[in-house]
């Protein structure tokens, strides 16, 4: 079974930089020194695949997504 | 290919022989000066294109075959072409004087693409001063029912990121004017305006069209390099009391195209690209083959043609800081990291410019501060003036180095163009 791989990727429009996902997530999202996520470059791990679904869905803004890698 | 073109001007001057130094060309002495466009098929035209080489001239360089490709097999949707002139680059003026003194190669090119791409709406877009010159020729083409599709005008806010392909569509589309969006995945060749697929293309690049499909991918590589081929319009400052206008064949080196003698150039350094494009040492700037890959290997871009031209005897990190700060003001304020990262790298700037004792972590804290906003905005704005503050600081580390040891510059009169510039030389 070959399986999709995803990448974060943020709307920074959206993103009001109060840093909920990189509680839930720090495996993948640093803050700056302002508060903005940085997230980390390449594909979720598949691992970490779960987390990051949660850290979606508890984005107060809808401003992170998982997008499916080569849409 | 099966067109039969006619022959076009010899020699490297193309876009700029057909004006006439003045005014607005009427329709009738741009079809006397160039002729008409003859008949083909889309196919054809597309063929012409992609042998042509040519590529987009406002910015990216990509090439314009393929992406009036992708918008015809975008989607079931009539799609829309849209004639980027925003020029929001203060330190360019090629756009300006195209949609000013030959509108009609303009709207030749963007009827063009429309026809190509099956377009059911065009727009022109540009800024105010230059509309009644766009309105006229439309009147002109409307009464001779020249075009494929409606052309409307919309106005390009004054503002540096307008003519960002996503701004341009919300502002046609009645949304926030002169505002990039966030696009995600979907380009707006997808979904552009009211959910179209769209066409952005930059005036210069339509006029190139236009030429192409009158004389062919032959006539258009004869001058130009193999892989560089054809004429660009560049925006000069720096070598001529003003900014002067200047159609550079690609593949050439500057100090050729612009009678510099390299050895003796008098120059500090020059600046590729804009305020979005990156500084280059004058003895390379001068003597490279002037072309975006050679550019791009330099760490910068030709853009859309600006070229400045910085003598010694200026401060440049005081040009840089400006230049920063301006950049800053300009984004569009809507994402954390541009908002933030570009005022703290303009205020780093002002203190290495004007006040280098204050900067925490010296010149050296910098280039991390650039690394910071670079590709973590909604559009590349920030990706921009991180290449024009890196480069910058290669080119003149040694002269911030004397700012370290030795203290600011004297001030002088500025150099590089900054619109409704705040005092200068100000430390926040
Ligand atoms: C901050 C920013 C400003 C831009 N301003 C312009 C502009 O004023 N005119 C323009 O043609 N392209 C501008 N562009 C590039 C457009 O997004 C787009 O790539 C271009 O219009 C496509 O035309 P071309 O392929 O013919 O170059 C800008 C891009 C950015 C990131
Ligand atoms: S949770 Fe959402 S809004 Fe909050 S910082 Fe993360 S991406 Fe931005
Ligand atoms: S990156 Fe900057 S200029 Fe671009 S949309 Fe965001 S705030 Fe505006």
Redesign the pocket.
């Known amino acids: 079974m070959s399986r999709t791989r995803f990448r974060l990727v943020v709307d920074p429009i959206a993103c009001d930089g109060a840093g909920v996902c990189a509680e839930l997530l720090p495996e993948l999202i640093s803050l700056d020194p302002w508060g903005f996520p940085i997230i980390a470059t390449g594909d979720v791990p598949p691992g970490l695949i779960d987390h990051a679904r949660r850290a979606v869905t508890s984005c107060p803004r809808l401003a992170l997504t998982l997008v499916p890698v080569g849409s | 290919m099966s067109t039969t073109h006619h022959a076009g001007p010899v020699g490297p001057t193309r876009l700029l022989a057909g004006l006439s130094g003045g005014g607005r060309a009427s329709l009738a002495s741009h079809i006397d000066q160039w002729g008409r466009i003859p008949d083909a098929t889309p196919g054809a035209i597309l063929d012409a294109l992609d042998a042509s080489g040519l590529?987009?001239?406002?910015?990216?360089?990509?090439p314009?075959g393929t992406?009036w490709r992708s918008i015809r097999k975008a989607g079931l949707r009539t799609p829309v072409v849209v004639a980027?002139?925003?020029?929001?680059?203060p330190a360019s003026g090629k756009?300006r004087l195209l949609v000013m003194q030959a509108p009609h190669l303009v709207l030749d090119g963007l009827a063009l693409a429309a026809r190509v791409t099956g377009a059911g709406q065009a727009y022109v877009f540009v800024p105010a001063e230059v509309v009644p010159s766009v309105r006229d020729a439309l009147a002109e083409r409307t009464a001779r029912r020249l075009d494929p599709c409606p052309i409307e005008v919309v106005v390009a806010p004054d503002r540096?990121?307008?003519?960002?392909?996503t701004a341009?569509v919300s502002t046609i589309a009645g949304r926030s004017p002169g505002l990039p969006t966030f696009q995600g995945i979907t380009s707006i060749r997808v979904k552009g305006v009211g959910g179209r697929p769209t066409l952005?293309?930059?005036?210069?690049?339509?006029a190139q069209a236009a030429l192409v499909a009158r004389f062919g991918p032959t006539w258009y590589r004869s001058v130009g390099t193999e892989s560089a081929p054809g004429t660009v319009l560049t925006t000069v400052s720096g070598r001529w009391d003003g900014p002067r206008i200047v159609e550079v064949p690609l593949g050439t080196t500057l100090a050729r195209a612009l009678g510099i003698d390299p050895a003796a150039s008098g120059l500090q350094a020059v600046l590729l690209g804009g305020y979005?494009g990156g500084w280059v040492r004058p003895e390379i700037a001068l003597t490279m083959p002037f072309t975006e890959e050679e550019a791009r290997a330099r760490g910068t871009s030709i853009g859309?043609g600006v070229i400045a031209l910085v003598p010694t005897g200026i401060c440049p990190l005081a040009e840089v800081a400006r230049v920063a700060r301006y950049m800053e003001g300009q984004g569009a304020g809507q994402c954390g990291p541009c908002v933030n990262g570009l005022d703290t790298l303009a205020n780093a700037l002002e203190h290495l410019a004007w006040r280098p004792q204050g900067l925490r972590g010296g010149a050296a804290a910098i280039p991390g501060l650039c690394d910071l906003v670079e590709g973590r905005g909604a559009?590349?704005?920030p990706d921009?003036v991180a290449r024009f503050v890196k480069t910058g600081l290669e080119v003149f580390a040694d002269h911030a180095a004397l700012h370290a040891s030795r203290g600011p510059c004297a001030p002088h009169a500025p150099f590089l163009p900054v619109p409704n510039e705040a005092v200068r030389g100000a430390v926040r």
């Open positions: 590529r987009g001239h406002g910015g990216a360089w990509f314009v992406k980027n002139g925003a020029e929001g680059e756009d540096f990121v307008a003519g960002q392909e341009v952005v293309q930059n005036v210069e690049t339509l979005g859309a559009c590349r704005h921009g």
